[in-house]
């Protein structure tokens, strides 16, 4: 059977995980010196590797063998295989999304005190321990007060703020961080050496982008266009499929918002409706472009804080400072938000977008304070 390739290139030692370096290093020191918790809480957006590297945590517990570089775990004996395949008893996994009654919670903790069958350690994977009830909850606080010496829970979470304190108090702490452009650029580029894409490179810049830092949603992403494509990975068609504006013409109409050249606006828009581009989504990245332009007016985008590659962090600076100042982008911002929420039941889409670009390129069209402003400033 097919293995989506998010599961088929996942990673299966510590040093195979990328962009999570301050996690893995803690993880190793405690392995090597037996001073591993008995309660973790991993926490970050989806796509980041928190259940990997629990399966991962899981194997080094277990793990029989003796790597040749000396960490764990080897990945090659009959307990790293039997936790990889899923058939390994005393690694437990359980999805707190459709198992979060007391019940199930207590189930789980009526098996806690029984010792490992098999390995070493009994680990218990609880994903989405957000979801868990108040009552399930309470259960699982009293175990994770005095756990048994053979059990480690790692607890997953996407919303930590859901996570009581009290829970949150008795488990290690790990914050699992958003994947640069660089990052998912690069490891996308691996799998599509090893799988046989022929791939342009601004493709995968922009499969990267798209996945606001998620590895998984950018490894998916690739595979549904490798599909499609049987191989050959263009920008065009990346853009095509996921019904998005490339880059390229975002930094084209902003250019003419910029410029207040109203007359080219509606030109591109037009051009935008003949290919059958759907103009909610166009409203949708025209917002998150402004957004990283406004950003990077305030802070120059550095640290990541613009998901982007250092060549388009330039372009993002330079068209920035065409605007003339962060309060025109904000009010740019604050039209195409507006613009955004009515194309959700405009009956002509295109003549809302027409009047929010008049909007962007014309303030002397408005009597809005913002507006004013922006007229005064540009006297200046």
Known sequence: M???????????????????????????????????????????????????????????????????DGQLPC?????????????FLDVIEMDAASNNGVDDIRDLIDRVNYPPMVGRYKVYIIDEVHMLSTAAFNALLKTLEEPPEHVVFVLCTT???????????????????????????????????????EYEPEALEFIAAKSAGGMRDATTALEQVG???????????????????????????????????????????????????????????????????????????????????????????????EFGGVDRLARALDICGALVAELRNSADARLSVEIAMTRLTRPDSELTLEALAERIEDLR
């Open 75 to 87: 990945g090659e004996c009959e307990n790293c295989k039997a936790i990889k395949e899923g058939r």
């Open 159 to 197: 919303d930590p703020h859901k996570v009581p304190e009290t829970i949150q108090s008795r488990c290690q702490r790990f914050d699992f961080r958003r994947f640069s452009v660089e990052e998912i650029v690069g490891y996308l580029e691996r799998i599509s050496k090893g799988e046989g894409f």
């Open 227 to 321: 599909v499609y494509t049987e191989g050959k990975i263009t920008l065009d068609e990346a853009t095509r499929m996921f019904g998005q504006i490339d880059i390229a013409a975002l930094f084209e109409i902003a250019g003419y918002i910029a410029r207040r050249d109203t007359p080219s606006c509606f030109v591109w828009i037009n051009d935008l409706v003949g290919r059958g581009v759907d103009l909610a989504q166009f409203a949708r990245d025209l917002a998150s472009h402004l957004r990283n332009l406004y950003v990077t007016a305030i802070t120059g985008g550095e640290n990541g804080i613009v998901a982007c590659t250092a060549a388009q962090l330039e372009r993002y600076r330079q068209q920035a400072a």
């Open 2 to 68: 097919h293995l989506a390739l998010y599961r088929s290139e996942r990673p299966e030692r510590f040093n195979e995980i990328i962009g999570q370096k301050h996690i893995v290093r803690i993880l190793q020191h405690q392995l090597e010196t037996d001073n591993v918790s008995q309660a973790y809480l991993f926490t970050g957006t989806r796509g980041t590797g928190k259940t990997t590297t629990a399966r991962i945590l899981a194997k080094a517990l277990n793990c029989t063998g003796n790597p040749a």
